[in-house]
């Protein structure tokens, strides 16, 4: 009797072990296969959790078909053997891709069949022809148990931890389940998860994928299910191979995909049963037309004869079946010759290179440029002017290349540099380009001045933390930009509400009111003004530490990279983004512009021009209430003083604080003046014209 608590925990954990993971299965079936999903992420995290935790404190209750294993086991060293009880066969292609191919499928097999003309016509189903990898998924009693490559059609590769972490195929399937049932079907990376991932990738600086289909077919070879398990996989039904043990077994192809849905299979909602080659090409068209708007690639159709008892008359020749037919699409790839690469600068100064091409018709337009994304990515697809190479184009995802015919090579065609082909500067205006560490795009630093970024400077300019001015938001920096009113951010202090009453939707008082808010901005702050100026990794807080640091905007201007980095918080990557953007003669004039027009800040921010400590040297010694030594230091120096270590006859000041060292001695030795840190705050303030004594 002493384990009976333990067995009565048992049989509860298996109880609610059984609950959860029909209701994770729902929830997936919902998510994933229906794309309804029925809870929020959160809640499912949470029953998927208390699944794992159960499972772990009860390891004999765990099972393969749990939603817990679709995260995948151990590395494989090399995939098993499957034989397939029933081959992988594949399809006859008709070339002709306008609507005369389904005519032509459609009279082969009446001629087959010896029905004249006079007789009704065939029954058909069409289907999308998915373009992706053939699996083979064995599920025994409604359990996943197995899933396979197709290889050469008799032969496949046992891919079963692989193909459990796809996340819409079922790992049991609902209702009264055969006993065997092999479900054929593709393999495939819908387009938004696949362009999500190499987003992903390229921001990490890690290698990308050629296209969705090698994306797939690459996954669901990988020999480390982990692995596999972060690549984003779907699966669609499209065939049987071996059954046994259905009582109701379907009879046609349409009622074969609609047993899969009830089972939980996913099936694609585009298919279509019809009589006769005028519903199959009427399907095709359709289907072209949805071609880009599918979430997935495909790359034509296929007609099926819909009756299974047909299909079987019918049979195979030459390893195809007589029964079915691929009908295509003309091609989202296609190969050209790569004439240049141009350098585009964006709105927040990153460059990007792009591809000029020589103009190819692909995915059904006509293309002459392609991203190539960043400077790694050129690297690492090693694509050179002069060379042949895959454009691809699919849905209205702007055209990318994908790779290089290597073997068509120009002898003496370089390695791309992007550096070196803009000789380091923007190819906008000429201010130097960086690239950070870690990093995988180069920016033009010469943010404030380069038009290619106006309009994203003068809204950051404008907005609510920096100089807030209130109505000058994206439709009107676009107006005014557009308009030729606005070269540079300096302009806006001379724009007059006339000019601003003749852009279209602009009445006379909100140009007035506008002009109002601009001038109403030239009192700011220097914090608000430095987070202003647009410079990269300085934000608000940033802007904060530097305005209460130096004190003054000279004091910032001045700064190397060394005194840059005492600030606190700041590292070397922010001290050189600082240093470098300075260091721009173009972002200084449009600082010096700006202050011209008129921006002034409260003096108590220490914040001043004037250099009214200029001849005096100051010594420090102790430790001072408020202000840091460094800080102290940089303060006396923006005000033109300047701080030297030791005491001598050339100091005017000492300033004191606690716990004061042998240079307090020296200062009365020598009869000097000391301070302490109030009497220096007031130096510091006090007006430019004459330096007032404590
Ligand atoms: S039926 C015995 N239906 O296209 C006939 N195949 O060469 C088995 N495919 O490798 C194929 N969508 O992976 C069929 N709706 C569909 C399909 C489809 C894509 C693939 C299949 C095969 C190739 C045909």
Redesign the pocket.
């Known amino acids: 009797m002493s384990d009976s608590p333990t067995r009565d925990a048992l049989a509860e954990a298996a109880a609610r072990v059984l609950q959860l993971r029909a209701e994770l299965a729902r929830h997936d079936h919902a998510y994933y296969v229906l794309d309804a999903p029925l809870i929020p992420d959160a809640d499912y995290d949470a029953l998927f959790r208390e699944l794992q935790d159960l499972e772990q404190r009860w390891p004999q209750l765990r099972v393969a078909d749990s939603p817990t294993q679709r995260v995948g086991g151990a590395p494989l060293p090399e995939f098993a053997q499957v034989q397939h009880r029933v081959p992988m ?3 006859r292609t008709e070339t002709d891709t306008t609507a005369q191919g389904a005519v032509a499928f459609d009279q082969r097999l009446r001629n087959r069949l010896g029905l004249d003309s006079d007789a009704p016509p065939l029954q058909y189903q069409a ?4 373009d992706g990898l ?1 699996i083979s998924v064995r599920y025994e009693h409604g359990v996943l148990v197995q899933g396979a490559t ?1 290889g050469d059609g008799q032969t496949g590769e046992d891919v079963t931890q692989n193909v459990r972490t796809i996340r819409n195929l079922p790992l049991r399937l609902q209702g009264a389940a055969p006993q065997v049932l092999e479900v ?1 079907g ?1 393999v495939l990376m819908k387009r938004a998860d696949f362009l999500r991932y190499n987003a992903a990738q390229r921001a990490r600086g890690l290698p990308t994928l050629v296209n969705p289909r090698n994306g797939a077919a690459g996954s669901i070879r990988q020999l480390d299910p982990q692995v596999a398990a972060q690549r984003p996989l779907s699966f669609f039904a ?2 049987w191979g071996e059954i046994a043990g259905w009582p109701d077994q379907p009879r046609t192809q349409h009622e074969m995909l609609d047993a899969f849905a009830r089972m939980g299979l996913p099936v694609a909602a585009q298919r279509a049963c019809g009589a006769g080659a005028a519903a199959l090409a009427e399907f095709h068209a359709r289907v072209l037309g949805e071609r880009d708007t599918l979430p997935f690639d495909i790359d034509g159709v ?1 007609y099926k004869v819909d009756s299974l008892a047909l299909q079987a008359e019918l049979g195979y020749r030459n390893r195809e ?1 007589v029964w ?1 037919v ?1 009908h295509k699409y003309p091609a989202q790839e296609r190969s050209t010759r790569l004439l240049a690469i141009e350098v585009q600068v964006g709105r927040t100064g990153k460059l990007t290179p792009v591809a000029r091409l020589e103009p190819v018709f692909v995915g059904g337009v006509t293309v002459t440029s392609a991203t190539l994304h960043n400077e790694d990515e050129v690297r690492r697809k090693d694509v050179r002017i002069g060379d042949t190479v895959i454009v691809r184009r699919a849905g209205d995802v702007i055209p990318e290349i994908v790779g290089v015919l290597g073997e068509r090579r120009e002898p003496g065609a370089q390695p791309f540099d992007l550096q070196g082909l803009l000789h380091g500067a923007c190819p906008v205006c000429g201010s130097q380009i960086e690239r950070e560490p870690g990093e995988v795009d180069w920016r033009c630093s010469g943010g404030l001045y380069c038009s290619a970024q106006r309009k994203q400077a003068l809204l950051h300019y404008a907005s609510r933390l920096a100089m807030d001015i209130e109505g000058l938001g994206e439709r009107l920096v676009d107006q005014i930009v557009d308009a030729g009113l606005v070269h540079g951010l300096p302009d806006i202090y001379a724009l007059r509400a006339e000019q601003l009453a003749e852009l279209p939707r602009m009445a006379a008082k909100s140009a007035d009111n506008l002009v109002r808010a601009i001038r109403a901005s030239l009192r700011t702050t220097l914090a608000r003004f430095i987070y202003a100026l647009g410079i990269r990794h300085v934000g608000e807080a940033t802007a904060k530490e530097l305005a209460r640091h130096f004190g003054g905007l000279q004091a910032l201007l001045d700064a190397d990279v060394q005194r840059l980095e005492r600030v606190p918080d700041i590292g070397p990557v922010v001290a050189a983004s600082i240093h470098t953007f300075f260091a721009q003669a173009h972002n200084r004039e449009v600082v010096r512009q700006l202050l011209d027009a008129g921006i002034a800040w409260e003096e108590t921010e220490g914040a001043t021009l004037s250099r009214h400590l200029e001849g005096h040297t100051f010594v420090l010694t102790g430790t001072l209430p408020t202000l840091g030594r460094e800080q102290a230091r940089e303060r006396i120096e923006a005000a033109g003083g300047k701080v030297s270590a030791s005491v001598s006859r050339k100091t005017r000041w000492v300033v004191a604080g606690a716990e004061p060292g042998s240079k307090l001695e020296r200062a009365r030795e020598l009869g000097i003046e000391v301070i302490d840190e109030t009497a220096l705050l007031q130096l510091l303030q006090a007006p430019a014209d004459s330096p007032a004594e404590p």
């Not at 289907?127 to 998915?130: A, M, V, W």
């Open positions: 066969l594949s399809i289907e999308l022809k998915f053939a197709r054929r593709e499209y065939g296929v079946p079915a691929a």
